[in-house]
């Protein structure tokens, strides 16, 4: 019996030392676009905007997982960190000939993924 379980954990640990070996841990820094909804004035825009930043600046590194575009299948969710963010505003003719606002805001953000060891 002494034998089986030895044999067993030295099975254990040996999947375990390869699966360790087989990935590599990868830091990430991506960039994401926001644009708000279409409004009559610069100033809606701009607080619409301050809002989504604000909001952003609330959640917790998981919920910003959740949030943000993440292309890799092993990311650490613990790591997401946004590192910038930048407003700009365009300017659109309606129909009717008014002007309306919309703010765009660029998501700079970091995370740590686990890559294959190639």
């Known amino acids: 019996m002494k034998k089986v379980i030895t044999l067993a954990a030295a099975l ?7 699966a360790a070996n087989q990935y590599k841990d990868v830091t990430t820094n991506q960039t994401a676009q926001y644009v708000t909804d279409a409004v009559s ?4 825009a701009e607080a619409l905007a301050n809002g989504f ?3 952003l600046d609330g959640k ?4 910003l997982s959740q949030q943000l575009p993440t292309p890799h299948l092993r990311m650490d969710k613990r790591s997401m960190e946004v590192t910038d963010t930048e407003l700009s505003f ?7 000939g008014s002007l309306n606002y919309r703010a765009v805001v660029d998501v700079d953000y970091t ?3 686990r890559a294959d060891k190639s």
């Open 60 to 63: 917790n590194n998981f919920e």
């Open 90 to 96: 365009v300017t659109e003719e309606a129909a009717d």
């Open 53 to 55: 930043v604000t909001e």
């Open 41 to 44: 004035t610069q100033a809606e």
């Open 12 to 18: 254990l640990l040996s999947t375990s030392v390869f």
């Open 111 to 113: 995370y740590n993924y």
